[in-house]
């Protein structure tokens, strides 16, 4: 859903008159009818029916537009999303937006593939430096 | 239950995303509870009825979830669609609508 929170933020706060104005509204018919009617619940008009009713729905739909985005829970579609995310810029992701520390966020098995496991020593690698090393030796010792 | 174990085990939830969409529903119900709230106070709702408009605007406000956020597809963002989307912090919104719709109650009819 590609709106500007910015945008959604703005019309929120042009909406939020709304809700402002219908309440003044009703507080002033209020005022206005008690002294004239005893009834305890007087009728509200029309328009301030319609306009509380229409800025409170307008305004729900920007809350719900201002939120970040919902998270897949699945973990093979979480997991191919957030492995496309790391390849973006910093500040473009979607799942560091309003993170606090301690989530895990991104590709969870990156520690495998950089390299830099640790605890494991990788003993084909070594028994082949091992033997590379045996043959450069011993060919330096048959030369001198 | 062991079905349910089984199929968490060939397909693995993520706890994180799980908690991300409890809070993001969790912060537009407090927000709307209010906002329900208000125009309960304001339109002078009185005992059953204010309690039918809350829910009964809970109730959009879930449908505005459901098309705008999951995009229709619910069982890909809620574990249990039914408790975490459609009843998800339902009560702990109501206490926020009754402050709320008391308060402009008072101000608008007092």
Redesign the interface.
């Known amino acids: ?1 590609p709106i500007l929170p910015l945008k959604i933020q703005s019309v929120l706060a042009n909406t939020l008159f709304l ?1 402002t104005n ?2 003044y509204s ?2 002033e018919h ?1 005022l206005t009818h008690e002294s004239t009617t005893s009834t305890p ?1 007087p009728t ?1 008009p029309l328009d ?2 319609l306009e ?2 229409i800025s ?2 307008i ?3 920007g ?3 201002g ?12 997991a191919c999303e957030a492995e496309k995310d790391e390849r973006r810029e910093k500040g473009k992701r979607a799942f560091e937006a309003g993170e606090g520390g301690g ?3 991104g590709n969870p098995f990156r520690f495998l593939e950089s390299g830099e496991r640790r605890g494991f020593w990788d003993g084909r690698t070594k028994r082949k430096e091992f033997a590379a090393w045996v043959r450069d030796g011993s060919a330096t010792d048959v030369k001198i | 239950m062991a079905d349910e174990e089984r199929e968490i085990q060939i397909n693995p939830i993520v706890v994180d995303s799980v908690a991300h969409n409890a809070r993001t529903v969790s912060n537009i119900r407090n927000l709307t509870a209010s906002l329900f709230g208000i125009a309960a106070g304001t339109l002078g709702f009185e005992s059953y009825i204010g309690f039918a408009f809350y829910f009964i605007g809970t109730l959009l406000v879930s449908a505005l979830i459901y098309v705008l956020l999951a995009e229709g597809r619910p069982k890909s963002f809620f574990y249990r669609p039914l408790g975490d989307l459609w009843a998800g912090e339902l009560v702990s919104g109501l206490s926020s609508f009754v402050l709320t719709w008391t308060l402009f109650y008072g101000l608008v009819r007092a």
């Open positions: 859903m809700p219908s309440v009703s507080y209020s619940n509200i301030i029916i509380t009713l409170i729905s305004l729900c739909v809350i719900v537009l939120q970040p985005d919902l998270r897949p829970i699945e973990w093979r579609v979480w989530a895990v966020v």
